[in-house]
């Protein structure tokens, strides 16, 4: 990810509820050196996600754990909610598999956020557990995602979602 990146994502602004999405001032997140403000880890563990013309559309951050790639995803606020999410997420894991491609792949989603849920669930996520973990507003319940690429999608769905028919 480019600096030019960075400094542009921190002046993203999401509606409620995603607003809890946003980041620190970039000049904050550069004097803290935390996430992408932190150069090494900007260039380890971030990518930017380009359209083709060139413009910035979203990021991901590739978080390395022993066998496996935790993946961190942001789209620009513009672009979401409009059924672009599920080729976003295909184009980052297959980046992550161009790095790693022996790891596991997943990444973690607040329990409510069923916009990305669903786009994860198109690209070939399945949710394999749910666990409570803090953030800024206490704690919150998450589940963990694992990118399986065969997955059947109604299997996939959370258990409230899914159809229910008398048998």
């Known amino acids: 990810m480019e600096e030019l990146h960075g400094a542009e994502i921190c002046t993203w602004t999401y509606e ?3 607003n809890i999405y946003g980041w620190l001032p ?14 090494a880890i900007r ?27 935790r993946l961190g995803i942001g789209m620009k606020p513009e672009l979401c909610g409009r ?7 295909a184009a980052i894991v297959q980046e992550a598999l161009r790095r790693k491609p022996e790891n596991e792949i997943d990444l973690e989603v607040l329990t409510w ?8 669930q198109k690209a ?11 953030t800024p507003e206490g704690m919150k ?7 399986q690429p065969d997955s059947d999608e109604d299997v996939n769905r959370p258990a409230q979602e899914q159809d229910t028919e008398d048998p």
């Open 16 to 18: 409620p509820p995603y």
């Open 26 to 39: 970039w000049e904050q997140m550069k004097g803290l050196e935390v996430e992408f403000g932190d150069p």
């Open 43 to 69: 260039g380890q563990q971030y990518v930017s996600v380009l359209d083709d013309s060139g413009e910035l559309c979203g990021f991901a951050q590739l978080f390395p754990i022993e066998g496996v790639t």
């Open 83 to 89: 059924g672009r999410g599920p080729a976003f997420v």
């Open 113 to 120: 956020n069923t916009r990305a849920i669903r786009a994860y």
């Open 124 to 134: 070939g996520f399945t949710i394999t557990d749910m666990y409570e973990r803090q």
């Open 141 to 147: 319940p998450f589940y963990c995602m694992v990118y």
